[in-house]
């Protein structure tokens, strides 16, 4: 995901920066995710309650999602992070910066 992420994030041409949109929509999956996966057992028993289907299957898909989104989320997020901060600091800083 991280070279898609960075070909978008090149080309975006939206009013607040090349960078900045892909990592609020980054940290928001991210976010979500990240509740999510403490409250996976209850949020998989009222699934399978409205769904009427067993409450482990559900549980178990729940969790494997939250896991899978934190990790790709958190793979996601450092070419956007990277280039934002090649974008900020002055070309004398960024070598030390952005390698840190």
């Not at 009013?15 to 990592?23: A, C, E, L, Q």
């Not at 403490?38 to 299957?57: E, H, V």
């Not at 969790?63 to 280039?83: F, K, Q």
């Amino acid at each position: 995901f991280q070279p898609i992420i960075g070909i978008l994030s090149d080309r975006c041409g939206c009013r607040w920066g090349r960078r900045k949109p892909f990592i609020l929509m980054v940290a928001g999956i991210l976010f979500i995710s990240s509740i999510a996966l403490p409250l996976s057992s209850d949020i998989g028993n009222s699934l399978a309650y409205a769904l009427r289907i067993k409450s482990t299957s559900t549980t178990a898909i729940i969790t494997i999602a939250s896991v899978v989104m934190i990790d790709v989320c958190n793979d996601s997020m450092h070419t956007p992070l990277r280039a934002f901060l090649a974008d900020v600091f002055p070309k004398t800083k960024r070598i030390k910066e952005v390698s840190s």
